[in-house]
């Protein structure tokens, strides 16, 4: 497991469950994939928490030797002078993002190969492993139309995020 001191082990354990119930691997390079798109989201979503715990603490700055909270622009601005830590954060999750799309693309082409496409999740009336998409489309390049991957991940991810 990927989660560090201060973060939710149940959460992430409640993680794992969801996406195992979502995509039902078979064999091990599934269960493989299955687990690294898990942690992939935990650690997209960790990079969400320390993008917004930046910004929230470069809101505040010293004006005429009173302290006073600004708005998102000083904190990006302040943020820049200092470590340009919200940009690196973007960074990350673009990078993040780019692998979750080819992990979910290979599984679900493997998942495909063993006849097993599209796999009825237990939860999943519309039998897709990959709701909202046709099994022709490729989710290695997008587009506008295209649903994003956390647009289609189980609804786990539209709570809190891990909490560092």
Do not use: H
């Not at 994939?33 to 898990?38: D, Y």
């Amino acid at each position: 497991m990927v989660a560090i001191d201060g973060e939710d082990r149940g959460r992430l354990k409640a993680l794992y469950l969801e996406m195992f119930a979502e995509y039902r691997p078979m064999g091990f390079e599934e269960n493989l994939l299955v687990s690294e798109i898990t942690e992939t989201i935990w650690r997209k979503n960790r990079f969400k928490v320390a993008e917004a715990k930046a910004i929230d603490s470069y809101r505040y700055a010293t004006f005429g030797g009173e302290e006073r909270k600004g708005d998102v622009g000083l904190a990006l601005a302040q943020d820049a002078g200092a470590y340009g830590t919200i940009p690196r954060c973007l960074a990350v999750e673009e990078i993040l993002d780019r692998r979750l799309w080819r992990l979910l693309d290979r599984l679900r082409k493997l998942q495909k190969e063993r006849g097993c496409y599209p796999c009825k999740s237990a939860g999943s009336s519309t039998g897709s492993v990959i709701r909202g998409t046709q099994p022709d489309e490729s989710l290695e390049s997008p587009d506008t139309t295209a649903t994003s991957p956390l647009d289609i991940l189980p609804s786990i991810l539209d709570c809190d995020y891990p909490q560092i």
